[in-house]
């Protein structure tokens, strides 16, 4: 090997990098507290559907990332089912510059685990005896533009609120 072609094998081991090292199903529940009297209920279920977003570093460069889902569907006040949904994956980012960490972490790696999410939770519905609900697409870089804004909002209100006592 030459000394020209050592020197850009060396030169990209420092290059980025966004390896997905597993996707895995780390918990998922159902529960249906009023069955079997649910399926004799008529009407148009309300469902509510809650999505969030959990991180956090496993050893140097790996991270485990996971989103959750959380969906209860009601027929006027009956419960109809609840589900509680896990999906992670641990994802190696080596060489990422400290400012596009948490980007990588909030929106690629979400990108990546939220279709097996999907497929999950209307796989799981369907074998309760319902129809899939099948989840929306997600645009996790508008959720996360959105929370650093709210934090952003939140720490203003911290700076510019409170009691102010006299000397």
Same mark, same amino acid.
């Given at each position: 090997?030459?000394?020209?072609?050592?020197?850009?094998?060396?030169?990209?081991?420092?290059?980025?990098?966004?390896?997905?090292? @597993? =996707?895995?199903? %780390?918990?998922?529940? /159902?529960?249906?507290?009023?069955?079997?009297?649910? *399926?004799?209920?008529?009407?148009? #279920?309300?469902?509510?559907?809650?999505?969030?977003?959990?991180?956090?570093?496993?050893?140097?460069?790996?991270?485990?990332?996971?989103?959750?889902?959380?969906?209860?569907? @009601? =027929?006027?006040? %009956?419960?109809?089912? /609840?589900?509680?949904?896990?999906?992670?994956?641990? *994802?190696?980012?080596?060489?990422? #510059?400290?400012?596009?960490?948490?980007?990588?972490?909030?929106?690629?790696?979400?990108?990546?685990?939220?279709?097996?999410?999907?497929?999950?939770?209307?796989?799981?519905?369907?074998?309760?005896?319902?129809?899939?609900?099948?989840?929306?697409?997600?645009?996790?870089?508008?959720?996360?533009?959105?929370?650093?804004?709210?934090?952003?909002?939140?720490?203003?209100?911290?700076?510019?609120?409170?009691?102010?006592?006299?000397?």
């Amino acid at each position: 090997m030459s000394e020209e072609n050592i020197e850009v094998a060396s030169e990209n081991t420092n290059a980025p990098s966004f390896q997905i090292q @597993r =996707v895995y199903l %780390k918990d998922i529940s /159902l529960e249906q507290p009023n069955a079997p009297q649910v *399926f004799l209920v008529q009407g148009e #279920p309300n469902v509510q559907i809650q999505i969030d977003i959990q991180f956090g570093q496993l050893q140097d460069g790996v991270y485990e990332v996971i989103v959750l889902g959380n969906i209860t569907t @009601r =027929v006027e006040d %009956k419960v109809l089912f /609840l589900i509680e949904a896990q999906q992670a994956g641990i *994802f190696e980012l080596k060489n990422i #510059p400290a400012e596009q960490l948490e980007p990588m972490l909030a929106i690629a790696c979400p990108n990546v685990l939220y279709p097996y999410l999907r497929a999950n939770i209307a796989d799981l519905i369907g074998r309760g005896g319902f129809q899939p609900i099948h989840l929306a697409e997600i645009n996790f870089h508008q959720l996360y533009e959105q929370r650093l804004n709210e934090v952003a909002t939140a720490s203003n209100a911290d700076q510019t609120s409170g009691i102010i006592l006299p000397n």
